[in-house]
C-alpha cells in the first residue's frame, strides 16, 4: 500500500502562483511515476503533468510553460509549481502514485483561482 498526502492548494487571484506538494509513505518502490490529475465539477479527470523516478516529464498541452513538476526522490515527495494561474485551472488536483501494476490517489486539494 502507499499514502499520498497533498498540500498547497488554496485560492489565488489570475496571474498568480501555487505550489502543490505530494509526499508518498509505504510501499514505495524506487522506480515509479508520479504525477498531478485535476477534475473540475462535471468534467472528467485530467492529466496535468507526471515526472518519472528518472526524471522524465510529460504535461498536459493547457498547462506547457506555466506549470512545472519536479520530485525529490529522497523525499518520495512531488511538487507541482503553478504560475500565470488562469480561471479554467480551477479544479481538484490528485496526486497520482504509479507503479505496476498498481495505482494510487491521494485525497485531493483544491485550487481555485478567481478572476
Known amino acids: 500500500q502507499v499514502q499520498l498526502v497533498e498540500s498547497g492548494g488554496g485560492l489565488v487571484q489570475a496571474g498568480g502562483s501555487l505550489r502543490l506538494s505530494c509526499a508518498a509513505s509505504?510501499?514505495?518502490?524506487?522506480?515509479?511515476?508520479m504525477g498531478w490529475y485535476r477534475q473540475a465539477p462535471g468534467k472528467q479527470r485530467e492529466l496535468v503533468a507526471t515526472?518519472?523516478?528518472?526524471?522524465?516529464?510529460n504535461y498536459a498541452d493547457s498547462v506547457k510553460g506555466r506549470f512545472t513538476i519536479s520530485r525529490d526522490n529522497a523525499k518520495n515527495t512531488v511538487y507541482l509549481q503553478m504560475n500565470s494561474l488562469k480561471p479554467e485551472d480551477t479544479s481538484v488536483y490528485y496526486c497520482?502514485?504509479?507503479?505496476?501494476?498498481?495505482?494510487?490517489w491521494g485525497q485531493g486539494t483544491q485550487v481555485t483561482v478567481s478572476s
Open positions: 509505504g510501499s514505495i518502490f524506487s522506480t515509479n511515476v
Open positions: 497520482h502514485y504509479y507503479v505496476v501494476p498498481s495505482d494510487y
Open positions: 515526472i518519472s523516478s528518472g526524471g522524465k516529464t
